[in-house]
């Protein structure tokens, strides 16, 4: 059964820094998708990013363009969001998430069946 756990939320001050992780167990294979979302107060979930996880391919939604950037540890085991330049607006429930099949389409996972427990990312001064 894949097992996904989010860690390193945190209050941040407007044009701060956060560096999320996501934990990946369960898989028999390496060849997955992790995408990252995001849910803030009274707004649906919204995809943020997405990286294959053995040749690194990403993909950024429009807010996450130029000020996010998702990676792979070495281990291929963990799945890092680096925020940079955070705004109020960022403010949200961070979950990483994946296709328990492994199944991908481009850089993300084809279905989303398995869910992290979610970090909260607040930004305020």
């Known amino acids: 059964q894949v097992h996904l756990v989010e860690s390193g939320g945190g209050l941040v001050q407007p044009g701060g820094s956060l560096r999320l992780s996501c934990a990946v167990s369960?898989?028999?294979?390496?060849?997955?998708?992790i995408a990252w979302f995001r849910q803030a107060p009274g707004k649906g979930r919204e995809r943020v990013s997405c990286?294959?996880?053995?040749?690194?391919?990403?993909y950024y939604a429009a807010p996450a363009k130029g000020r996010f950037t998702v990676s792979r540890g070495d281990d291929r085991r963990t799945v890092y969001l680096r925020m940079d330049n955070l705004q109020p607006e960022d403010t949200a429930v961070y979950y990483c998430?994946?296709?328990?099949?492994?199944?991908?389409?481009?850089?993300?996972?084809?279905?989303?069946?398995?869910w992290g427990q979610g970090t909260q990312v607040t930004v305020s001064s």
């Open positions: 369960g898989f028999t294979s390496r060849h997955y998708a």
């Open positions: 990286i294959e996880n053995l040749d690194g391919t990403t």
């Open positions: 998430s994946t296709d328990p099949n492994g199944n991908i389409v481009g850089a993300c996972p084809g279905s989303f069946g398995s």
